[in-house]
């Protein structure tokens, strides 16, 4: 799936398994870029994870860690499950994984606004790419899902900036 440069999306979610590693990562990153960018009043951002299986939870300690050290501050951020209104709220809903993408759209009512992707479809050069989870793995992990995620928010607020102004 390539992203629709035709429509404009106002409320973005993005997506992972348990709303811990990846998905807060690219919330954080794509917030700082859309306030860069003045585009932050326009947006709602947010993410979930397609389990529940650590709802309420702050991000891992390690990509709370990667992150910061990038100037990007999770800290607010608490997982929580995504859930069908998810598809009537948002326009954009951006999985990390072709996984978790698939579970979206077996799950995703009929009748909902939300177009489905994948993140790094914004990431030039990597479109039907999955963001790795890092949460088994060591720091480099973090810092791999760090870069992925930057680049592909950065195509993201640029697709934005054309087609919200």
């Known amino acids: 799936m390539t992203p629709d440069t035709k429509s404009s999306a106002h409320a973005v979610l993005f997506v992972c398994l348990g709303n811990i590693c990846r998905s807060p990562t690219a919330e954080g990153v794509f917030r700082a870029l859309a306030r860069e960018a003045g585009l932050e009043p326009e947006l709602r951002i947010d993410s979930a994870g397609t389990g529940g299986y650590h709802v309420g939870a702050t991000p891992d300690a390690r990509a709370m860690a990667a992150a910061s ?3 990007y501050d999770l800290s607010t951020i608490r997982a929580r499950k ?7 709220e948002f326009d954009l809903i951006l999985a990390m994984d072709e996984d978790n993408l698939l579970h979206l759209q077996g799950i995703a009512p009929e009748g909902a606004r939300a177009r489905l992707g994948l993140l790094l479809d914004y990431a030039p050069g990597s479109a039907g790419r999955g963001v790795p989870d890092p949460y088994y793995g060591g720091r480099n992990g973090f810092e791999q899902v760090l870069d992925l995620v930057t680049e592909a928010c950065a195509g993201l607020v640029d697709e934005l900036r054309r087609t919200l102004r």
């Open 69 to 71: 050290a990038r100037g």
């Open 82 to 88: 995504v859930s069908v209104q998810d598809f009537h």
